[in-house]
């Protein structure tokens, strides 16, 4: 399992603000053995949302997964959440 140490929080989009519409993106990611995003593609999510939530996630930092004494790339699935305080 993934340890997240640095999480970059997604820029909301203006109008999305003004209307008040929340919604999700979910992506699928690899996280390399030096715990940066090797490779990040989506799988839903509303397109308002999406460039957002890939430049916020090509941020995010891992601490390396260790699986017998070495660095392993991680498969994981990635879920941002675009929700306004009411």
Known sequence: MAQLIRRVEPIYPALWIQIHCEGRVELHALIS??????SLEVISGHPLFIQSALAAVREWRYRPTILN??????????????????
Do not use: F, K, M, S
């Open 69 to 86: 004494g070495r660095p392993i790339e991680v498969d994981t699935h990635i879920t941002v959440i675009y929700t306004l305080n009411h």
């Open 33 to 38: 053995t030096t715990g940066t995003i090797e």
